[in-house]
């Protein structure tokens, strides 16, 4: 859902630039006392992960295709904070060297992903598995909603900002892109849900690393 | 992460992009509501181009061309974050 520039008025991208600034500034304040030596080359390791599993369109109904967003998994192995900042890197890339995602648009693209994509998979998965406790599928099942919610928020929040710019109307856009992206979402839970297994099954050390971050919270 | 352990990773992301050409080429949600409520047209190029639509420019085999768009964004994708997250590390070191 990399919104082109020409979609968005520029008072809406305005706004969108400072919401994307907030809350990658606010990521990068709060990472900084979580990051060990181990978790360097791991936030490299991961956006350069999802940048290439984003290129990995897989077609869903009617003529449409969907990617891994992966603000989940990003947020599943880093923490919501370094996850955040990944995917935003990735979308960097992706507008700057692709062409993928407007200039002018990165920062409502950014907002979209890289903070409410990250940030509504994070409150999902904590409140999760807060709820299901530490049964043997409770991070099965919290980190596949936590992704299909973080893909229908990405792109409620990317229909706001066509609807404010007046390029679609609310009542077309909001449930055109929500109803596509619940089907999308579904293909993200499954990859995040792979991945987040095989993981868990050949390097749980990793997983282990953004435990405390997740579980202790944030008041 | 182990030491070299992210070369791994590393090596598992590069080894994804091979599967790219496999992708569908329908267009993505976005797109796809853009074309049904006839905004699409509204797109507007980008000012510059440099790996546009995935595909390293001057290779004339398509698939190879999309594998080695895709190695190169990984390399510079791994190199920019991990250079980030070091500097936001020696930052912080520094000042505690």
Known sequence: MHIPDGFLSTATSAVAWVGAAGGVGYSINRVKTE??????????????????????????????????????????????FAGSIAITAVLIIQALIFQDGGLLALGANV??????????????????????????????????????????????????????????????????????????GVGEGLITVGVVSFLRATRPDLLALQATPIRGGVS | MKKHAWLIGLAVALAVT????LA?????????????????????????QIIPDYALPGISHEALSTILAGMVGVVIVFALTYAVAWLLRRRHNVNA
């Open chain 1, 35 to 80: 990051l060990t030596e181990r978790k360097v080359p791991l936030i490299g390791v991961t956006a350069a992960f999802i940048f290439a599993a984003q290129m990995l369109n897989f077609p869903v109904a009617g003529g449409t295709s969907g990617h891994l967003l992966g603000g989940a998994l990003a947020m599943i192995l880093l923490g919501p």
């Open chain 2, 18 to 21: 091979i599967l790219a050409p």
């Open chain 1, 111 to 184: 907002l979209n992903m890289a903070v409410v994509g990250v940030f509504s998979a994070w409150l999902v998965y904590r409140g999760l598995l807060r709820v299901l406790g530490s049964r043997k599928w409770s991070t099965t099942i919290a980190a596949f909603a936590a992704s299909w919610a973080s893909v229908v928020l990405a792109s409620l929040a990317a229909s706001v900002e066509l609807a404010l710019s007046g390029t679609s109307p609310w009542g077309v856009v909001l449930p055109a892109m929500g109803s596509v992206h619940m089907i999308i």
């Open chain 2, 24 to 48: 569908s080429s329908f267009p993505d949600g976005l797109e796809r509501v853009a074309e049904d409520h006839a905004f699409l047209d509204r797109a507007q190029d980008a000012p510059f």
